[in-house]
């Protein structure tokens, strides 16, 4: 299990648009959640099937002293 994504470097494309995390009347669109390192949709947003969701993020590197 990897480290937890930081929710504000996450991108969430649906069929290769940007889908904003809220809407422009601050309803909230896709969540992080963090316990299973997951992204989800609000019901109203929820991409319709045969949809292609994308999501990137920055991946952090943690160093470790094996000495």
Do not use: M
């Not at 995390?21 to 019901?43: E, I, S």
């Amino acid at each position: 299990r990897g480290e937890p994504a930081d929710p504000n470097a996450i991108e969430v494309r649906v069929n290769g648009r940007l889908r904003e995390r809220y809407t422009p009347n601050g309803a909230l669109v896709w969540y992080y959640n963090p316990d299973n390192n997951t992204v989800a949709f609000t019901p109203l947003y929820i991409p319709g099937p045969s949809q292609v969701i994308e999501v990137t993020y920055e991946v952090a590197c943690k160093e470790y002293d094996l000495h």
